[in-house]
């Protein structure tokens, strides 16, 4: 078994309110100062800089996750991973029929850029990223199984978009393996609050400026994981799922 250094919580410049200068290979690139070993990409109800993000965590040492910020139909933002990249881009498809399309004002919300490994742009999303899909909170854990993936409550200790805020308390079903926290000094309070033991409690940056990008503080346990491995969502999930 093996410490490794984790942000499951990223944003890239396809999220609106991402900077554009957060580019996967600069993610990745930033990810390597920082001494970090996993990294999920997460950007707001899209996967399409996953790819290239796997490229680019190839060349910078980094075991890279394919992920997604998915926002509820209630406005409550759920971290979701997946195993594999194809499993990501088969998620991000049947998302793209559960979102509202709404025509994006990139000069009021940002820009929504789609890039290659090399961080040329090739592509912008045209419809809003951040406003809430058709899919339910209750809905979303049994969606997310069906493509191999986890999800849980991102930012729980946050005064919008999280479950607390949106629902008043950490509901009892459906039921969450893991929660995630923005603010490591709230997480006993969290851990309270969700019932969850702190051990279950995930600490990820939800960065949106390569500034915010965690530094090698909390990890977790894994098997041994060969380098450059494509698959280490497997392995994080596997973790994940499991409840003390």
Same mark, same amino acid.
């Given at each position: ?5 984790? @942000? ?12 554009? +200068?957060s580019t996967p290979d600069s993610i990745a690139g930033m990810g390597e100062l920082n001494g970090l070993n996993i990294m999920a990409l997460t950007?707001?109800?899209?996967? &399409?800089?996953?790819?290239?993000? /796997? ?19 209630? @406005? ?14 088969? /998620? =991000?498809?049947?998302?793209? &029929? ?9 000069? #009021?919300? *940002? %820009?929504?850029? #789609?890039?290659?490994?090399? =961080? ?9 990223? #951040? ?7 209750? !809905?979303?854990?049994?969606?997310? $199984?069906?493509? *191999? ?7 729980? @200790? ?13 509901? &009892?079903?459906?039921?969450? +393996?893991?929660? !995630? ?12 609050l969700s019932k969850l033991p702190k051990e279950r409690m995930i600490v990820s940056s939800d960065a949106h400026y390569l500034w915010d990008i ?9 098997? @041994?994981?060969? $380098? %450059?491995?494509? %698959?280490? *969502? $497997?392995?994080?999930i596997e973790y994940l799922r499991e409840k003390s």
């Amino acid at each position: 078994m093996k410490r490794y250094f984790y @942000d499951l919580h990223i944003h890239s410049c396809l999220s609106p309110c991402g900077d554009d +200068s957060s580019t996967p290979d600069s993610i990745a690139g930033m990810g390597e100062l920082n001494g970090l070993n996993i990294m999920a990409l997460t950007d707001h109800n899209s996967c &399409k800089n996953c790819p290239a993000f /796997f490229e680019a965590a190839v060349r910078h040492g980094i075991l890279p996750v394919a992920g997604m910020e998915l926002t509820t139909a209630e @406005d409550i933002h759920v971290v979701c991973l997946f195993p594999s990249i194809n499993s990501s881009l088969e /998620f =991000d498809r049947e998302i793209e &029929k559960r979102r509202i399309l709404i025509p994006n004002r990139a000069d #009021i919300f *940002g %820009n929504q850029l #789609i890039c290659d490994s090399e =961080d040329n742009i090739i592509a912008t999303e045209e419809n809003m990223l #951040i406003n809430a899909t058709t899919v339910a909170f209750e !809905e979303a854990p049994a969606l997310v $199984e069906s493509f *191999g993936g986890i999800c849980y409550p991102a930012h729980i @200790d946050r005064s919008s978009n999280s479950v607390i805020a949106v629902l008043g308390a950490f509901p &009892k079903t459906p039921e969450f +393996s893991c929660a !995630e926290v923005h603010n490591k000094e709230l997480l006993s309070d969290m851990s309270l609050l969700s019932k969850l033991p702190k051990e279950r409690m995930i600490v990820s940056s939800d960065a949106h400026y390569l500034w915010d990008i965690k530094e090698p503080c909390e990890y977790l346990t894994l098997p @041994d994981i060969p $380098e %450059n491995n494509l %698959n280490a *969502g $497997e392995y994080v999930i596997e973790y994940l799922r499991e409840k003390s």
